[in-house]
T-cell receptor, first 116, second 112 residues
């Protein structure tokens, strides 16, 4: 039943490790997003894919690599994790990025990443 | 770029009305969205405005003035469950469709 689901919900790991977060949506949406919410609760866009094509790539270290095997999935792989990567990462999806009315974004429950 | 300003925190009593203001500066504008986020949970969509005026959805209403770069979210008949952070987000005109720029959020505390 969950519209946008992401796993894992919690991720605790050591500096220097590589980790992945998975996201799936069953809403039939064309567009998916990754956001980072830091300790100050500021929600910032990282990446967006529309029908498996990258359309938004903010100034994010290239240690972060998104992958979209199909339009229902958008995964995030992070290499060489650093302390500053600790945050909550949210996946989201919308019908389409092209029209504001269809760009209502639905968020997953978040992945709480702690880098030790 | 976009600057989005909203108050950090507001407190109101149950049954009252609270108005959360949001001002923005953007080089182009597609629309403005309001989201609610309870502590430890995902943001959930409340309302959006593209044209000037008021959009009403039950106890929540959102207003937009594009010429003033100003919006507000009005919460009526406050309930304890309305205690949450309210995020204002602007959809700018850029090459990147779908991009939303979020404000830092306004924490609303509802007291009995």
């Amino acid at each position: 039943d969950t519209a946008v689901s992401q796993t894992p919900k919690y991720l605790v790991t050591q500096m220097g490790n590589d980790k992945s977060i998975k996201c799936e949506q069953n809403l039939g949406h064309d567009t998916m997003y990754w956001y980072k919410q830091d300790s100050k609760k500021f929600l910032k866009i990282m990446f967006s894919y529309n029908n498996k094509e990258l359309i938004i790539n903010e100034t994010v270290p290239n240690r972060f690599s998104p992958k979209s095997p199909d339009k229902a999935h958008l995964n995030l792989h992070i290499n060489s994790l650093e302390l500053g990567d600790s945050a909550v990462y949210f996946c989201a999806s919308s019908h389409s990025a092209a029209l504001v009315a269809k760009n209502i974004q639905y968020f997953g429950a978040g992945t709480r990443l702690s880098v030790l | 770029g976009q600057n989005i300003d909203q108050p950090t925190e507001m407190t109101a009593t149950e049954g009252a009305i609270v108005q959360i203001n949001c001002t923005y500066q953007t080089s182009g504008f597609n629309g403005l969205f309001w989201y609610q986020q309870h502590a430890g949970e995902a943001p959930t969509f409340l309302s959006y405005n593209v044209l000037d005026g008021l959009e009403e959805k039950g106890r929540f209403s959102s207003f937009l003035s594009r010429s003033k770069g100003y919006s507000y979210l009005l919460l009526k008949e406050l309930q304890m469950k309305d205690s949450a952070s309210y995020l204002c987000a602007v959809s700018p005109i850029t090459d990147s469709w779908g991009k939303l720029q979020f404000g830092a959020g306004t924490q609303v505390v509802v007291t009995p």
